[in-house]
């Protein structure tokens, strides 16, 4: 069975970011996949210091939650990172799970190793604002989000971008809801896609 991977990268449980990723994941169900979804916050995962132990060795020297993170990016087909937005870039327990990826890098480009390389994986990122509508609100996410996927070598499809929170939250968006779903009904043959609302 293929395996989906999910990350739920905001401290609040059953809000905006969360309910965003479950209406998706409602989607993704309707077909034969494994879901698997980590609150990072539930996580201990320590902050990368840049002592280049990846670089020499291909592992992390922090022996810690983050070992949950890798193997799930490893052994999916699908993963799917959801985080709010902050400042106009990911929040920071987000930024830390993508920082201690630095690990994927150092295999590849450090060690020249074939990290995966040849296998066709899909990458989606969704992010919730709260503040009212910007054209580009997000953009801040979307350099970071690219260099992540490139990173754990997965092709990163697509974004879905929600604003304006704030005076209006997820499960009233009923267009929002009905879109994400049908995204995720359609996860094996939905293409390249940018949607913000």
Known sequence: MKKVFALMGSPRKNKNTDKLLNFLLEGIRT???DIEKIYIKDLDIHSCTGCDHCGKYGNCVFKD?????????DNSE???FSAPLYFNSINGMSKNIVDRCQKYWSIKYSLG???KRNERRKGIFLS???APYTH???????????LFFKAINVDYIGNYFISNTDETPIEERIDVINEIKEIGENIDKVGNFYIHR
């Open 136 to 146: 580009n609100h997000f953009d801040g996410t979307v350099g970071v989000m690219d």
């Open 31 to 33: 077909l034969d996949y």
């Open 128 to 130: 919730v604002g709260g």
């Open 78 to 80: 699908i993963v799917i």
């Open 65 to 73: 939650d983050m070992s949950i993170v890798y193997d799930g990016f």
């Open 113 to 115: 190793k074939n990290y």
